[in-house]
């Protein structure tokens, strides 16, 4: 789909396999790799398990990753685009811009959800041998339980990959996720008629929410990133739940506030609003 050679082409069991291998592949250096304060929980676990020293960099007031905090030395750096859980995506152009900063740092681009409102930074790869961008067939593929991850990148960082993978982890795809995931790919109506589906009814929840006075924080994900001016999440994410509805509470600095609502069918989205409106003016 994105016309790069085989050899710009690295496949995992999982991109959380890709992420792990790149962070062992290209971030164990003495400078410290960047990331954003608010982001995928396991960037910092994998910096601890590998040994690699981190730099978190905070987001702004609205949770935007500003380009230019990333203009410092650095052994690397990685981030989600869109961002999680927040839901945020940066543009081409800023990506471009950063890696303008960083000619000598592998920039690991995760676009696990790029597809729900994004644009990839793939096309990039051509111009810039220090870029690798990881994506998934667990999210808008619907693959997620078979594990099947993916990395694009300059055959430089390929062969880095395919280093530590043979030397760490040798094991294949499972027989049963590579045909599936073909299969996946070959059929565009429907990977285009689902991710088109999750858009139309985020946006239609979107609003809903907004009309029972929640703040939210613009989405390219299939998820939304949201907060109640008077309703306490915690209690909202406790309540919910007693009612069946689970929803993602983080109970850290600046996000303590938040839930994170997944975008499901438009059956689970009206039980989940309806439910909802019930809570509010208990978790006050």
Known sequence: NYGVASENLFVGNG?????ALAFMAFFAQERPILFPDITYS???????LVGVDYQTIPLTELFELQVSDYRRMN???????????TG?????AEIEQLLQFNPDSVVVID???IDFGGTTAVPLIHRYPNLLVAQTFSKSRSLAGLRVGYAIGHADLIEGLERIKNSFNSYPLDRLA???????VADSTYFEAVCQKIMATRAWVESRLRDLGFELVPSAANFIFIKHPRANAQKLYLTLKQQGVLVRYFDKPRINNHLRITIGTDEEMTIFLARLVGCIEECV
């Open 88 to 92: 945020h995506v940066v543009s081409l």
């Open 111 to 113: 676009e696990a959800y």
């Open 42 to 48: 396991f960037y910092d676990v994998y910096c601890k």
């Open 178 to 184: 590579v045909p599936a995931a073909i299969a996946a």
């Open 15 to 19: 991109s959380d396999e890709v992420l």
């Open 75 to 85: 052994g690397g750096i990685i981030f989600p685009n869109p961002n999680a859980p």
